[in-house]
């Protein structure tokens, strides 16, 4: 069974940033593509962003373009989340995700099978 184990949340004041990590703990796992999603208390989960482990290409929610980036290690089944000039509206739990085929859109929670934990982000301003 995959585990996805992520790190690097917590507080921060607005401008700021953060860098969080996810790590999978089985490494002989191939992913399509591993994501970054966020939800807020009483909101939907959001898509961030999302890496393919193929061709290492990226993919960004508007509201985050510019500001945060998503980075791999393929050998070490690990995807970062670098994230800059961030703002209090940025604040949720974040989680990342795995998704081992093409089907489906990358921007789509439910395309993806394997979820972390979550970890909480707050931005104060």
């Known amino acids: 069974q995959v585990q996805l184990v992520e790190s690097g949340g917590g507080l921060v004041q607005a401008g700021g940033s953060l860098r969080l990590s996810c790590a999978a703990t089985?490494?002989?796992?191939?992913?399509?593509?591993m994501g970054w999603f966020r939800q807020a208390p009483g909101k939907e989960r959001e898509f961030i962003a999302a890496?393919?482990?193929?061709?290492?290409?990226?993919y960004y929610a508007d509201s985050v373009k510019g500001r945060f980036t998503i980075s791999t290690d393929i050998a070490k089944k690990t995807v970062w989340l670098q994230m800059n000039s961030l703002k209090p509206e940025d604040s949720a739990v974040y989680y990342c995700?795995?998704?081992?085929?093409?089907?489906?859109?990358?921007?789509?929670?439910?395309?993806?099978?394997?979820w972390g934990q979550g970890i909480q982000v707050t931005v104060s301003s």
């Open positions: 995700a795995v998704k081992t085929s093409p089907i489906r859109s990358d921007v789509l929670a439910s395309a993806y099978g394997y």
């Open positions: 089985e490494r002989t796992f191939a992913p399509y593509t």
């Open positions: 890496i393919r482990w193929s061709d290492s290409s990226t």
